[in-house]
């Protein structure tokens, strides 16, 4: 216990107050920055006994890719399944603290999680795309969610979010076709293009690109990068590169404590934690 709370005190001290500081000077950035759509405050994780998130206080920019970083095993997972409760089907999983998104508390017991689901969507690492076909992949989200009552309002989701996700073109001639039968790299775009489907307002990734080769991992980058105009994306990434292309904001994590956050230039060229420089240089992790 003791361990953490002097590590906590060494994070905060460097990261947050450090960052506001910079901004403080640059009324500019303040002006451009994006309104905070996800606000975690005081966010501790426990699987048992384990503590493995400790006292994250994280504000998520809405419209903005943020991308968690950190050593295997540091808690980006862990953070990121807070934010659409995934972390509440885990067996001794608990989480405190509070997280909000536009202001309502997303731990409120009286908060519909499956509601709360279809506004934060999730792509996994490996896809996992139905045992359906491709147009049925698409359209079961919705048939849940009651929205698309008739059927060319269906059609028109369906082919919509296919669009969005860059995969029509490849597959509208084969609506009825598996979607386990298409590429990896097409079956992440259709796993992306189906949390489209029922209109979330965030989108969470782990590790999205991580089973793909350079050229699939090259097209759902693009993906990324287009979808931010309208949804809030977080990615956990191993690989900073990927972080450097795709996020706005970077968060870096390491032995469960949230260590550094800023924009993503900031922390690849001048971060303000030794852990995160030598992270980032490849000392560790
Ligand atoms: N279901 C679980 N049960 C018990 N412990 C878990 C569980 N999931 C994660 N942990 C532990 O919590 C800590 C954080 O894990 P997490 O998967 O969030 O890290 P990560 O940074 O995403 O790692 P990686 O980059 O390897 O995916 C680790 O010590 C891990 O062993």
New binding site residues.
Partial sequence: MQEVQETMTDSGTVSTPGTAGARAENPAALANEKPVKIKSRDVNVF?GE?H?LKHVDLDIRQHEVTSLI?P???????YLRCINRMNDV?DG?RVEGSIEMDGEDVYDPKLDVVQLRARVGMVFQKPNPFPKSIYDNIAYGPRIHGIGSTKSEMDEIVQGSLQRAGLWEEVKDRMDTPGTGLSGGQQQRLCIARAIAVNPEVILMDEPCSALDPIATAKIEELIDELRQNFTIVI?T?SMQQAARVSQRTAF?HL?ILVETDETEQIFTNPKDQRTQDYITGRFG
């Fill in positions: 699987y384990a493995a950190g295997s095993g540091c808690g980006k997972s862990t885990i999983c956990v191993h994590f469960g």
